[in-house]
């Protein structure tokens, strides 16, 4: 653990993308929700912010591996919080796509495809509009829980600011 005693505001955002993604995979593998693109996009986005945020609670403030993880942990974030915004607007606008998504063969033909299936093969279309959760579709609840990884994400790098200071 760091000793800037923040292991576990990054352990909770870990904890955060393990749950998004197995909430995920709950609904495709229990209700036939096919993730599109679109979903499997967001999903790397996931597994991003979970690698950085577990070295970030590995790592001291001031290294260089803490500086990678922050960074990791950044860009997931930020690609997935795009990809579900993009996503919200594509279910509000479904006469804009069309026909198979080229990024479906592209993630589709990656070699860990083959080992996990159920995580990464894109298999649906990017229009589907399965029902909503609590008021909220799947793309909306994804783009919440990137943002509420962004505020812990900022709230963990104001703390680590406030350690250097202090040393």
Do not use: E
């Not at 260089?64 to 607007?89: C, D, E, K, Q």
């Amino acid at each position: 653990m760091n000793k800037s005693n923040n292991g576990g505001l990054a352990l909770l955002g870990a904890a955060i993308c393990v749950a998004a993604l197995a909430a995920a995979v709950y609904l495709q593998v229990s209700k036939g929700w096919f993730p599109c693109p679109l979903c499997i996009v967001q999903r790397y986005g996931y597994l991003l912010a979970l690698a950085g945020f577990l070295g970030l609670a590995c790592t001291a403030p001031r290294s260089m591996a803490g500086r990678f993880s922050g960074l990791l942990t950044l860009v997931g974030i930020g690609v997935g919080l795009a990809t579900a915004a993009y996503h919200v607007w594509v279910l509000a606008n479904p006469l804009q796509t069309c026909g198979v998504d080229p990024l479906q063969l592209k993630l589709n033909a990656l070699p860990w495809v083959r080992v996990w299936p159920d995580m990464f093969v894109a298999d649906g279309l990017c229009t589907d509009a399965y029902p909503p959760l609590l008021g909220l579709s799947l793309p909306m609840w994804s783009g919440l829980g990137f943002v509420a990884l962004g505020v812990l994400f900022l709230q963990l790098v104001r703390r680590r600011r406030q350690f250097r200071r202090s040393w």
